[in-house]
């Protein structure tokens, strides 16, 4: 059973940090690209940050300097997180972990939300 599950989000004020964790399992997950996407209110769903299979980064222009994306690859499971840091109001959505591969498709999380109040 594929699994993708988000922990880390909450409440923070301005200037705060957070770290999100998403748990990737039920798949060789080692072998797919991974995101964090986020989504807020009345907005579509935009990336913030990648990590590729060879730890190549890309991050939003949004995130660049506050956020770091890192991934943990055990035998059976994959760890996302995202460190977040200097937050505004602006960051504030539903986050979401993604997957990606060329061979197996794309899965999702169920999301995590984070709000930050000014």
């Known amino acids: 059973q594929v699994q993708l599950v988000e922990s880390g989000g909450g409440f923070v004020q301005a200037g705060g940090s957070l770290r999100l964790s998403c748990a990737a399992s039920?798949?060789?997950?080692?072998?797919?690209?991974m995101a964090w996407y986020r989504q807020a209110p009345g907005k579509t769903r935009e990336l913030v940050a990648y990590i590729g299979m060879d730890g190549h980064l890309t991050y939003a222009d949004s995130a660049k300097g506050r956020f770091t994306i890192s991934r943990a690859n055990a035998e059976n499971t994959v760890n996302l997180y995202l460190q977040m840091s200097s937050l505004s109001p602006e960051d504030t959505a539903v986050y979401y972990c993604?997957?990606?591969?060329?061979?197996?498709?794309?899965?999702w999380g169920q999301g995590t939300q984070v709000t930050v109040s000014s």
């Open positions: 039920g798949r060789n997950f080692g072998s797919f690209a």
């Open positions: 993604n997957a990606f591969s060329p061979m197996s498709g794309r899965y």
